[in-house]
């Protein structure tokens, strides 16, 4: 049993801390990832999202700024397991054609994964009178969305068509 009550704003800074943890661990596999893809297109989808990805940890970092928090974040096992399979595909996959493929069901895991971290916090936000930090989770949160849609397309235009062809 826990000491003190814990509030909506424990569980915001909590959850903050998680995001945060996941945003540099996905730092670090976005070059790997990119090394590891085939197509240019892919390639250059991955070097976007690693420039976005910096930016959402600066927003973060303002977040726990506006409460007054040190940003640091605190290990979060869901991410590492999406890396760990992501990795587990480039490793299985190398040099086959479905290997886009592959790495792009990883990425949209990742995507997935923070689209619902991002619209969780960014409704605590709203609720606990955070507008601004409401208003960079938002940015955040459509940016994952738009970075889903991409890869959505980028596998239907082009990967699983080459994954498909290779049968």
Not at 62 to 81: L, N, P, S
Not at 124 to 138: C, Q, R, S, T
């Amino acid at each position: 049993m826990a000491s003190k009550s814990k509030t909506l704003d424990d569980l915001f800074h909590d959850t903050l801390r998680d995001i945060y943890y996941a945003e540099k661990k996905i730092l670090k596999a976005l070059p790997k990832m990119r090394r590891a893809a085939q197509s240019k297109e892919l390639k250059a989808a991955f070097e976007k999202h690693e420039a976005q990805t910096e930016s959402q940890v600066e927003r973060l970092e303002q977040v726990f700024e506006m409460m007054g928090k040190a940003a640091r974040g605190k290990t979060c096992d869901a991410i590492e397991g999406i890396i760990a399979e992501g990795e587990e595909i480039a490793e299985e996959f190398k040099g086959t054609p479905a290997l886009d493929a592959g790495l792009i069901s990883a990425a949209q895991a990742v995507e997935h994964y923070e689209i619902t971290r991002y619209g969780t916090l960014k409704q605590w936000a709203i609720e606990l009178g955070m507008k601004d930090a409401a208003a960079l989770l938002d940015k955040t949160l459509r940016e994952e969305a738009m970075t889903d849609e991409d890869l959505t397309s980028l596998a239907q235009s082009l990967a699983n068509v080459r994954a498909k062809k290779a049968a």
